[in-house]
């Protein structure tokens, strides 16, 4: 059974920092790319970044450029985000995913997702 479990969430200050975790078990964690999204209520799930399965390479939604960065740890199925500088707008909540498609077929899983509320 594959499980992404996000932790790291909580109530920060304008300009303030997070780092979210997201570990990952039952799948294969070194061959998935891994993304960051978040929602806000009546609002569609957006994306905020992606890490290939290596790491080698990031990419970012482009209000979060500069501000955030992702990494991963694939000896401990872990993958963060770094948030700097934070912003109300910047409350969401925040999910992970994984996934990779072998062939036609595509393989994804989420978190259940993690609140982040920056408020002074």
């Known amino acids: 059974q594959v499980q992404l479990v996000e932790s790291g969430g909580g109530l920060v200050q304008p300009g303030g920092s997070l780092r979210l975790s997201c570990t990952a078990s039952?799948?294969?964690?070194?061959?998935?790319?891994m993304s960051w999204y978040r929602q806000t209520p009546g609002k569609e799930r957006e994306l905020v970044g992606a890490?290939?399965?290596?790491?080698?390479?990031?990419n970012y939604a482009a209000s979060m450029k500069g501000r955030f960065t992702i990494s991963r740890d694939n000896a401990k199925n872990t993958v963060y985000i770094q948030m700097n500088n934070l912003t109300p707008d910047d409350t969401a909540v925040y999910y992970c995913?994984?996934?990779?498609?072998?062939?036609?077929?595509?393989?994804?899983?989420w978190g259940q997702g993690t609140q982040v509320t920056v408020s002074s």
């Open positions: 039952g799948l294969r964690f070194s061959i998935y790319g």
């Open positions: 995913n994984a996934e990779r498609i072998q062939g036609t077929r595509r393989f994804a899983y």
């Open positions: 890490i290939t399965s290596t790491g080698g390479d990031t």
